[in-house]
Every structure is written in C-alpha cells, then in structure tokens.
C-alpha cells in the first residue's frame, strides 16, 4: 500500500488574516506523514502595488500580470507571504522550505496565449518534476510553494494555486495515495451561500452535473472542482475541501466536502 501524501492548498482569504492563519499553520505543523503545502497569494499584492502606485486590473477575477504586476507578485507570493509562512512553520518545529516553481525546475508552464484577453505573464502548466519534488521530500522538508511558475524563456509566471495544487497532486499519484485538500474560508461547497452550516458533504460527477445545472454551484466554485474530478481522473486519491480552521477532521472525513467518483 502506498504512503499517504497529503497535498494542501491554502487560499489567499485564510493568508490575510493573521489569526486564521496561525491557527492553519498549526493544525498542518501536526499532521503526520508527507505532505506540500501550496498557497495563494490573497490581498497583499494589491496592497503593494497600490503603495507603488501600480494598478490592479482585474477580469473575471482573475489578475492581468504586466509586467511591473509580475514584480510585485514575484516579491510578494515568492518573498513575503511564502517566507512568512515557512517562518511560522519553522517556530512550530516543522522543517519546511520556501519555494516557487522555478526552484528546481519542479513547475514548468507556458505564458497563456491571447485569446480575448491578454492576461500577461501568467501561466498554464505544462509540467511538474516528480523527482525533484521527492527528492525534496526524501530529504525530510516540507515543500511550500508559491504561485509561481517559471517558462523556457526564463520568465517568471503568475499561475492559479488551485491549478498548482492540483497539478502537484496528480504528477505525486504515482509515488503516493494522494490526498488533495484545498482549504478556504466556507465549511466546503455549500447549497445555499448564504449559509455557511448548508455544507454538500459528498459530491460526484452526477450530482456535479445537477448542482451547476440548477445553479446550486456556479461562479468560481466551478473551476475549483473541475479541477478536483480532473486530479481523481487522473491518480489522485481523494479530494476535500473544507474550512481551515477543520482541516484535521478533513483528513479523517468528518469535515468538508469530499468528492469522488463514485
């Protein structure tokens, strides 16, 4: 039987506030076994740039990484919230290492083509070293990637966490039982989002299909678990996603939403 790996994402909304964070960075410091943390990158690039006089412009959602946006999400996803975090780690006796893609060349991505907009220097991923990623893990660190990647061409590239995430999920499948946990300010998907208790415990494709059908689940819920059922798709164990501050009972099953194929 395979060892368990788990692979957890934290968003942007928990790595704003510093007490939720704290609280995070403690359960995870616990959880035993092998594990990558990935994370967001939350307000603080905004902030940032706001002070540097460098607009936000957002579509969608989504960030427009110029390239002056590219400097600062380089210094703040790579530098400041990623050291941040590994420091909080380290105070709890967990040894971890801050990364980005390009460090070790573990993720590689190509700068998203134009199609009806040009979002930047922001990247789809192409690959992930397997390898190196064991090797780090092999020499008993604990991984906390940034969303960052990196290109042929040598540039840096903004890319989502949850697609980082789960791309680290999949290439680890082969090595590990996978357990891809991605980790957020609700209790997990819920059915009615004005209520934060109206938690979906279980989803599958077919009971996928019918919450977007009716708009149960819409908006940017909808790419979150696309990339949940692609990541089961292809090796990865169990997916859950669920509260940060229940991220232990997750582990066991008693939080969150699991989602599965079955």
């Not at 946006?69 to 996803?77: A, E, I, N, P, S």
């Not at 009615?192 to 009971?207: F, K, R």
Request: net charge negative; glycine share 8%.
């Amino acid at each position: 039987m395979s060892e368990t790996l788990y692979v957890i994402k934290i968003g942007g909304n928990v790595i704003d506030n510093p007490d939720a964070c704290a609280r995070f960075l403690a359960v995870f410091a616990q959880l035993p076994g092998t594990k990558i943390l990935v994370h967001g990158g939350g307000k603080v690039a905004t902030q940032i740039a706001a002070r540097l006089q460098i607009e936000t412009q957002m579509v969608d959602g989504r960030r427009i990484t110029d390239k002056p946006m590219l400097d600062v999400v380089t210094m703040v996803y790579g530098g400041l919230v990623n050291k941040n975090l590994v420091a909080g780690l380290q105070s709890l006796n967990c040894n971890a290492i801050g990364l980005t893609g390009a460090d070790g060349g573990i993720i590689r991505s190509v700068k998203r083509p134009v199609k009806t907009v040009d979002y930047g220097f922001v990247g789809d991923i192409e690959e992930v070293n397997d390898t190196q990623i064991d090797a780090i893990l092999n020499s008993k660190l604990i991984p906390v990637i940034a969303p960052l990647t990196y290109s042929n061409e040598g540039s840096l590239l903004n890319t989502n966490a949850d697609t980082m995430a789960s791309a680290v999920a999949v290439a680890m499948a082969s090595r590990f039982a996978v357990k891809l946990i991605y980790c957020f300010e609700k209790k997990g998907v819920l059915s009615d989002p004005d209520n934060d208790e109206a938690v979906i415990t279980s989803l599958t494709p077919p009971t996928y299909a019918e919450y977007k059908a009716s708009g149960v689940i819409n908006k940017g819920m909808i790419p979150k678990l696309d990339n949940a059922f692609s990541a089961l798709d292809r090796g990865v164990a169990n997916v859950i996603i669920c509260h940060a501050d229940d991220l232990e009972k997750a582990v066991y099953g008693d939080a969150g939403t699991t989602i599965s194929n079955v």
